[in-house]
């Protein structure tokens, strides 16, 4: 029985570590008035007829602080590209040199800064909420366990380990708020 708690409670740490995960990559998606290739990461390119990830047709690099270059294997994919970033809805247009799709970040507002960090700390909301779900999960399946004859006490243990995992993912997840936050109200 011992056993089976522990290999349920690793479970749950792993599922607190994928809301973790998950809170990371939405994050690198908000651009703070920087550029970044994380930004392109979710753009499929119909590549002959197949949605391909953009960075398997292409070559994407900073030029500058606020410019991406993107230059594709295959300069018939231009276009293609092109379409693409349209369709993403980043808020950017890209510019097709014949060479390269360059794009260019433009400087964000105050407003618009304002309204990036209420999204950043509704996709902390969303993850914690996951954590609080997984913990739940877990004391559940503690106290079946108690009810079926794990011992108490040994319950009550498992139940701040699970408390002590749950604060330390959402620690995690504060460090990783207030550093996007101080990104994006970097002038």
Not at 38 to 54: C, F, H, N, R, W
């Amino acid at each position: 029985m011992e056993k089976y708690l522990t290999d349920y409670i690793a479970e749950g740490k792993e599922l607190m570590q994928k809301a973790i995960d998950h809170l990371q990559n939405e994050l690198s998606h908000i651009r703070a008035g920087k550029a970044s290739p994380e930004m392109l990461s979710d753009i499929k390119v119909d590549a002959y007829g197949t949605p391909t990830a953009l960075q398997h047709v292409a070559n994407i690099s900073l030029v500058d602080s606020r410019t991406i270059a993107i230059q594709p294997w295959d300069k018939s994919q231009l276009k293609a590209i092109e379409h693409a970033i349209f369709a993403s809805n980043l808020g950017i247009t890209p510019m097709n040199d014949g060479e390269f799709v360059r794009l260019t970040v433009p400087p964000l507002t105050e407003e618009r800064r304002i309204q990036l960090v209420k999204q950043t700390k509704q996709y902390g909301e969303d993850a914690r909420i996951s954590l609080r779900n997984t913990r739940h999960k877990l004391y559940e399946f503690i106290k079946n366990e108690v009810k079926e004859g794990y011992p108490e006490d040994s319950g009550k243990r498992r139940e701040k380990e699970v408390d002590d995992m749950l604060h330390e993912y959402e620690d995690k997840i504060k460090e990783l708020l207030e550093a996007k936050e101080k990104e994006i109200m970097t002038v």
